[in-house]
C-alpha cells in the first residue's frame, strides 16, 4: 500500500465523479462493477446499496492523514454505503463503529489497510484487492485478457498479486523487477522476466505496481496501448498520460476500496 498524502486524498474526493465516468466510457463499467468483477461477482451481489459502513481514523506510526478516512467513506457513500468516519480514533473509534451498527469497518496503519466485516469476521486487505479491481478494469477495457501480452511493473505485494490474477485470467505475463528475489517469486507464478525495453515492446497492456515516475515515454503508447496504474506516481510521463487519456487508469484509492467492500461483503 501507497502511504498516500494530504493533495492526493483531497484530488480524489473532488475528482471521483469524473474518474467514474473517465472508466465507463473506457472500459464500459463503474466503480463498484470493477469491485466486483474482481472477485468474479455478478449482477448486484454483493449489495453496497445501504450498508452501514465506518472508516475509523488511527493515530499509529506516522499519524492521521487529513482527509484520509473522509475520502474513505465518500467513496463508500459513491457506492451507495451508508458510510460515516468516526468521532474518535484507534480502538475507541472500532468500539464507536460496532456501537453504530457498522457492518464494515475500514481501518489503516502505515503498513496496513483493512474492511473488517464486524458479523462475519472476513478481512479483506488493500493489496489482493487494488491488484484485482485494476486487473477487472484494464481486462474490460481490453475486451478480454485471454492471450494478450501485459507487461507488468514492480513485483512488490500489488504486482505480485496482479500478476498471479493476470494469469488467472489467461494473460501472457511479463514482470520488470530489478530486485533478484521478487523476480524469482515471478518467475515461480509462472511469468517471464524481463527488462523493460522488452517488455515495453512486447505489449500493448501494462499494470504499473512501481512508485517510480517517468519511466514510461510517449513512445510505448499505441492505438490499441491501455494502461492499469495502481501505482503512485503514475510510471508514465506526462506526454505519455495525455497520449493515452482515458486509457491510463489511475486513482490511488476507490478502485481497491470498492473491491474491499466486495470481498469483506461477499464472505
Same mark, same amino acid.
Given at each position: 500500500m501507497t502511504r498516500l498524502i494530504e493533495n492526493d486524498v483531497r484530488d480524489l474526493t473532488a475528482q471521483l465523479a469524473d474518474f467514474e465516468a473517465r472508466l465507463r466510457e473506457v472500459a464500459g463499467i463503474g466503480l463498484a462493477d470493477a469491485g466486483r468483477r474482481a472477485w468474479g461477482e455478478a449482477g448486484d451481489r454483493p449489495r453496497l446499496h445501504g450498508v452501514r459502513m465506518a472508516a475509523v481514523p488511527v493515530s499509529q506510526g506516522e499519524g492521521f492523514i487529513p482527509g484520509f478516512c473522509e475520502c474513505v467513506a465518500a467513496i463508500l457513500g459513491f457506492l451507495g454505503a451508508d458510510a460515516f468516519v468516526t468521532g474518535l480514533p484507534? $480502538?475507541?473509534?472500532?468500539?464507536?463503529? /460496532?456501537? =453504530?451498527?457498522?457492518?464494515?469497518? &475500514? $481501518? *489503516?496503519?502505515? =503498513?496496513? &489497510?483493512? *474492511?473488517?466485516n464486524l458479523r462475519s469476521g472476513a478481512c479483506?486487505?488493500?493489496?489482493?484487492? %487494488?491488484a484485482r479491481?485494476? $486487473? +477487472?478494469?484494464?481486462?474490460?477495457? *481490453?475486451?478480454?485478457? +485471454?492471450?494478450?501480452?501485459? /507487461?507488468?511493473?514492480?513485483h512488490g505485494p500489488v504486482g505480485r498479486h496482479? %500478476?498471479? @490474477?493476470?494469469?488467472?485470467? @489467461? +494473460?501472457?505475463v511479463s514482470v520488470v523487477e530489478p530486485d533478484e528475489a521478487r523476480a524469482a517469486q515471478a518467475v515461480a507464478q509462472g511469468a517471464r522476466v524481463l527488462p523493460l525495453a522488452e517488455a515495453l515492446a512486447a505489449a500493448d497492456l501494462l499494470f504499473d505496481a512501481t512508485?517510480? *515516475?517517468d519511466v514510461v515515454g510517449v513512445d510505448w503508447v @499505441?492505438?490499441? =496501448?491501455?494502461a492499469a496504474v495502481p501505482g503512485m506516481p503514475s510510471a508514465f510521463t506526462a506526454a505519455a498520460q495525455q497520449a493515452l487519456g482515458g486509457r491510463h487508469?489511475?486513482?490511488?484509492?476507490?478502485?481497491?476500496? +470498492? /473491491?474491499?467492500a466486495v470481498d469483506a461483503l461477499r464472505r
Open positions: 484507534d $480502538v475507541r473509534g472500532l468500539q464507536e463503529a /460496532a456501537e =453504530s451498527a457498522a457492518e464494515l469497518v &475500514f $481501518v *489503516a496503519d502505515d =503498513s496496513r &489497510f483493512i *474492511a473488517l479483506a486487505d488493500d493489496d489482493p484487492c %487494488t479491481a485494476y $486487473v +477487472a478494469a484494464l481486462e474490460s477495457a *481490453a475486451g478480454g485478457l +485471454a492471450g494478450r501480452a501485459v /507487461a507488468v511493473l514492480g496482479a %500478476t498471479a @490474477r493476470l494469469l488467472e485470467r @489467461r +494473460a501472457d512508485p517510480a *515516475a @499505441r492505438p490499441g =496501448s491501455v487508469i489511475h486513482e490511488p484509492l476507490a478502485l481497491g476500496v +470498492a /473491491a474491499m
